[in-house]
C-alpha cells in the first residue's frame, strides 16, 4: 500500500487566497483525521471523520476552515480566506479502527505558508 | 483532560539505553497509552501501544506500572537514527485525549 497521500506537499499562497488540501488515505481505514502543526501550538487535531462523517470538529479554528469526505478515499481541508497565521504543516492520517488498537498512520504533509 | 508531561529534551550517545518518561496521574480505566515518533518534516510514526505491565516490540518496550499513572518508553542501543521527537499520548478513541499529542521530548542522540 502506498500509504497515506496528500497534495500539494508545499504550498505558497497569498493572504485572502481559498487553499484546498487534499489527502487519500490507506484503504479499508475507516477513521481520517487532520492535524495541523506549528513551533509555537505544536501538534493540533483539527477534526476527526469516522466511516466518512465527522465526529468531532471542535478542533477546527474558525469558519474558515472546513473539511469534507465525499468518499472513503478522500478527503480535503479548505481555507477560505486564508491568513499568515494559518500557515503551518497539515497532516492527514488514517487509522483501521477506532478501538483500543487505534494506530494512526500519517501522510507526508502539506506545508502551507501564506503571505 | 487527561494531561501528560514528558521531560522536554533528553540526549544520550550511540549504544546506550535510552528511557523516556511520561506522566498521566489523570488516566482513566478505559485509557491506553500509546508513544508515537517523529523525524523531521515527516509525521509521527507509531512506536508501541500498552494498557498495563509491559509491553515489547521490535523497537521499544513499554512499562507501566501497577497504578499506571507513569509509563516509560524504553529504546534499547539507540543509533543516531533515532534523534527525533516522542509524543506520549493517552486515552480511548471515542475521545479527543487519544489524539492529543502534548510537547514530546526530543531526543538527541549523539555519536
Known amino acids: 500500500d502506498a500509504g497515506v497521500i496528500q497534495s500539494p506537499r508545499h504550498e505558497v499562497t497569498e493572504m485572502g487566497q481559498e487553499v484546498t488540501l487534499r489527502c487519500k488515505p490507506i484503504s479499508g481505514h475507516d477513521y481520517l483525521f487532520w492535524y495541523r502543526q506549528t513551533m509555537m501550538r505544536g501538534l493540533e487535531l483539527l477534526i476527526y471523520?469516522?466511516?466518512?462523517?465527522?465526529?468531532?470538529d471542535s478542533g477546527m479554528p474558525e469558519d474558515r476552515f472546513s473539511a469534507k469526505m465525499p468518499n472513503a478515499s478522500f478527503s480535503t481541508l479548505k481555507i477560505q480566506p486564508s491568513e499568515p497565521r494559518d500557515s503551518a504543516v497539515y497532516f492527514c492520517?488514517?487509522?483501521?479502527?477506532?478501538?483500543?488498537?487505534?494506530?494512526?498512520?500519517f501522510g507526508p504533509g502539506t506545508r502551507l505558508t501564506v503571505l | 483532560l487527561a494531561k501528560t508531561t514528558q521531560p522536554i529534551s533528553m540526549d544520550s550517545y550511540e549504544g546506550q539505553e535510552v528511557n523516556i518518561t511520561c506522566s498521566h496521574n489523570n488516566i482513566a480505566t478505559n485509557d491506553y497509552i500509546t508513544w508515537y515518533q517523529q523525524f523531521p518534516s515527516q509525521g509521527p510514526r507509531f512506536i508501541i501501544q500498552g494498557y498495563k505491565t509491559k509491553v515489547t516490540n521490535e523497537v521499544a518496550s513499554l512499562f507501566i506500572p501497577a497504578d499506571r499513572k507513569s509509563s516509560t518508553l524504553s529504546l534499547p542501543r539507540v543509533s543516531l537514527s533515532d534523534t527525533a521527537v516522542y509524543y506520549c499520548?493517552?486515552?480511548?478513541?471515542?475521545?479527543?485525549?487519544?489524539?492529543?499529542f502534548g510537547s514530546g521530548t526530543r531526543l538527541q542522540v549523539q555519536p
Open positions: 492520517a488514517s487509522s483501521r479502527s477506532g478501538g483500543p488498537n487505534n494506530e494512526q498512520f
Open positions: 471523520f469516522n466511516n466518512n462523517v465527522p465526529i468531532d
Open positions: 499520548l493517552v486515552g480511548s478513541l471515542g475521545g479527543r485525549r487519544a489524539l492529543t
